[in-house]
């Protein structure tokens, strides 16, 4: 198969340059981009930032940050021959001369042509308006910009209204991409072909027949240097709000006959808009690490969530009953996302006997297996039969969820991006949690850094007569 690969020539602006985002997702995805020649030979790369800084500096610090986030060791004739495309302007995000002086560059760089441009941003959510207005107001007459913004969409349901509505004022929504990276990852991609193109997983994987869902996103990881974005917002809004419902939603969606993007998106608002918290104190578990208030930048007195596990329900006729368990936290044992479904038993099943698993990992592995149940030879022993496979996108075409978002955006293909209503639904949900969480002061639990969690998450899947299912 022929791999697509971006003819015309581009201008990707980076406002943010020297953000964590860009350097850890970003920049190595456009390594990978290079490493598989799927980039044009005229392309453009400029940071734009706030900070003094030359051209030359801003290209070492470009190829340090892929030297240190790529998995694999980079090849230094690659990297050479990217880091010709690589420039820095210095710039205030709120200042319009500093954005009429840009498009000057531009054109100087460019030689006055009229170039697609990519306009990525990196930036901590209070400068978005300001970039928007400013790109928005300089935009000449049937120039070609496309956004490329990345969450946190506003805090809450109100701001990401207001910050759409300002958006809408400057940009048609056709040239704004919507990133959340965990619609990049071929793994989250993989769980609508599952369902659409096997018969048997769809027929699985229906309200009716489930008992439970959980979804696991563990991180090893901590707080890290993004201290200050992390301490105002938590574990909750930070990665439940949008990864781990838009996992949830492709999961359990109807199923549009056409993948196109508007019935793909009408279908994901309609079962996130469906999700319901019932406002117990049972139904929510918040945890933070021991180490996480002497994290640099932390205050000393910090009540934000670094651990969450919650308890769902989907309103709908099909899914009536069938909890959904979510759970994700920082500074844990391992980075271990995954997915189990458990499927109801029979009525005459002994109790004790486990239940019919699928269970779909998502990374660090990729990874699908369905456990099934056996009578073992005569004994009354029960065995587990487990049919397991790796998913993994494997070979030189695979690429990282940034790389392969740009690709989309320079496709004009929104399908793998959020709409403005899914987020807005997700933010509904997420309010409702937190506003409860707030009103009542959930207690917070403190776990041991490198541990499995909070010992009361167990708690919330006991209230159906269930339990975390841990892969170990
Ligand atoms: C980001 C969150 O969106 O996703 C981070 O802001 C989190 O806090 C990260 O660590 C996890 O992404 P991944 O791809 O490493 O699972």
Redesign the pocket.
């Known amino acids: 198969m022929q791999l697509y690969k971006i003819a015309k020539p581009f201008i990707l602006t980076i406002f943010g340059a020297s953000g964590d985002l860009a350097k850890i ?1 970003l920049f190595p995805a456009l390594y990978s981009l290079m490493e598989q020649k799927r980039l044009p030979k005229e392309f453009y790369i400029v940071g734009f930032a706030r900070t003094e800084k030359s051209d030359k500096e801003f290209k070492k610090e470009f190829t340090d940050s892929i030297k240190e986030n790529q998995n694999e060791p980079t090849d230094k004739k690659i990297l050479f021959e990217l880091e010709k495309h690589v420039y820095y302007f210095k710039g205030q995000y709120n200042d319009l001369k500093d954005f009429q002086n840009f498009k000057e560059y531009l054109k100087n760089l460019t030689g006055e042509k009229s170039l697609i441009t990519l306009a990525y941003f990196s930036v901590p959510p209070i400068v978005f308006e300001d970039i928007i207005k400013n790109l928005g107001t300089t935009k000449e007459k049937n120039e070609d910009i496309r956004l490329i913004m ?3 969409f506003g805090e809450d349901q109100k701001s990401a209204k207001n910050l759409f509505h300002f958006v809408a004022r400057y940009f048609d929504e056709d040239s704004i991409y919507l990133l ?3 619609l990049g ?1 071929s793994s989250v991609q993989s769980i609508l072909h599952l369902r659409h193109s096997n018969r048997i997983l769809n027929l699985m994987m229906k309200g009716p027949e489930i008992s439970n869902i959980q979804i696991t ?1 563990f ?1 090893k ?1 901590g ?2 240097k ?1 201290t200050g ?2 301490d105002q917002v938590g ?1 909750i809004k ?2 439940i709000q ?2 781990l419902m838009q996992i949830l939603a492709l999961l359990t969606m109807s199923i549009p006959i056409t993948e196109n993007t508007e019935s793909l998106h009408r279908e994901k608002y309609s079962i996130l808009s469906a999700l319901k918290f019932i406002e117990s104190e049972k139904n929510i578990v918040l945890g933070q690490y021991e180490g996480y208030k002497k994290e640099k930048g932390i205050p000393k007195n910090s009540k934000t969530e670094t651990f969450a596990a919650i308890r769902l329900f989907i309103d709908r006729e099909s899914w009536y009953k069938t909890p959904i368990y979510i759970r994700t936290g ?1 500074k844990l044992h391992e ?1 271990h ?1 995954y997915i189990v479904i458990e499927l109801k038993k029979f009525a005459f099943q002994p109790k004790d006997e486990q239940p019919n698993r699928l269970i779909i990992e998502l ?1 660090p592995e990729e990874k699908i297996n369905i456990r099934l149940v056996n009578k073992h030879g005569s004994s009354s022993d029960y065995q587990q039969i487990t049919t397991s496979d790796s998913i993994a996108c494997t070979g030189d075409d695979c690429l990282p ?1 940034h790389g392969l978002l740009i690709l989309d955006v320079i496709r004009k293909n929104h399908i793998n991006f959020l709409s403005f209503e899914e987020i807005i639904s997700t933010w509904k949900l997420t309010d409702s949690i937190v506003n409860f969480m707030r009103k009542n002061s959930v207690k917070i639990e403190k776990y041991k850094d490198e541990s499995t969690g909070p010992e009361s998450q167990n708690k919330l899947t006991e209230i159906d007569n269930f339990e975390w299912f841990d892969i170990h």
Do not use: G
Request: aromatic share 12%; glycine share 0%.
């Open positions: 997702k990345e969450k946190p959340d990276h965990y990852k996103a991180e990881l707080v890290t993004r974005y992390f574990t930070d990665m949008s990864h920082k980075k996302t990374q969820e």
